[in-house]
């Protein structure tokens, strides 16, 4: 997300798609254990932040097909 390297292919895709949704998953745990991550409270506003940052990337860059996909099997 940082512009630092690009994913160009489908794998690689996978895998950020992937860690978005373990991150999702755990956050969503945390929420649930009242647990706040360095002081952030409010953890569904940056994962909702996080989640169009990575969706949007995404679509942008041709991998919706692997979004949809991996979502779906959530």
Known sequence: MSSSKEVV???????????????????????????????ISDIEFWMHKLFNKVYGYMLKNG??????????RR
Request: net charge negative.
């Open 9 to 39: 292919t489908q794998e690689e895709a996978a895998a950020v798609i992937n860690g978005f949704w373990e991150m999702t998953d755990l956050a969503i745990e945390d929420n649930h254990n009242d647990k706040s991550i360095e002081g």
């Open 63 to 72: 991998f919706e097909d692997q979004w949809q996909s991996i979502s779906d």
